[in-house]
């Protein structure tokens, strides 16, 4: 009897680690269903702006024939509280290749998330457009080394200039480089943006 009693214990006890398994599981699914509930929320919301004519977009924002482009979809996104979001949204546009999404990128600079103003950076010089440079120069003077160095990349790719720019060295010597970079742009950017 005793070892009978025994055996209804144990699993008594193994029948409760599994039951409390299964909660474990539960509350992860629930926890999942919320976040796609309320992202679905968040498409449904983007489909009907879309469809009202909605999003403001730019005068680059449309094919030859008037139709928006697919990445105004995208737009949204840079916005969102979510700072994974509006990384995605960065990399989405950032990977059109298409320069018209630059005046869209450039504020992204000044994102509150690191992750997003060095991605932005980088997307900035994989696109390689010199309309970017003002904005990069300023991301020079970012707090966070990484930035930094993602924007003084963009800036060589772009120009071709090198200002001696180190994103880790001391806040006098950035000072310094960061001024050249801005005299350089106020005597050279017209000439730059136009190709004289």
């Not at 006890?13 to 976040?35: H, M, P, R, Y």
């Not at 730019?58 to 509280?81: C, E, F, N």
Request: proline letters at 3%; charged letters at 30%; hydrophobic letters at 40%.
């Amino acid at each position: 009897m005793r070892a009978l009693r025994g055996e209804l214990d144990a699993q008594k006890e193994a029948g409760g680690k599994q039951l409390q398994g299964f909660q474990d599981t539960l509350i992860e699914v629930e926890k999942n269903l919320s976040f796609y509930k309320n992202r679905v929320i968040e498409l449904e919301e983007s489909l009907r702006v879309l469809s009202a004519g909605g999003l403001a977009v730019g005068s680059g924002d449309t094919t030859p024939s008037g139709k928006t482009k697919a990445w105004t979809t995208h737009l949204q996104d840079l916005q969102h509280a979510n700072g994974g979001l509006r990384l995605e949204a960065v990399y989405a546009l950032g990977e059109t290749g298409d320069s018209d999404v630059v005046p869209h990128l450039t504020p992204m600079l000044l994102d509150e998330d690191l992750f997003v103003r060095m991605a932005t950076a980088r997307m900035l010089d994989d696109l390689g457009v010199k309309s970017a440079v003002p904005a990069l120069i300023e991301a020079l003077d970012d707090v966070q080394g990484a930035v930094r160095e993602a924007a003084v990349v963009a800036l060589r790719r772009i120009t071709g200039e090198d200002m001696g720019f180190n994103p880790v060295g001391s806040d006098v010597d950035r000072a310094k480089r960061l001024k050249a970079w801005r005299d350089w742009w106020k005597r050279k950017g017209d000439d730059f943006l136009t190709g004289r």
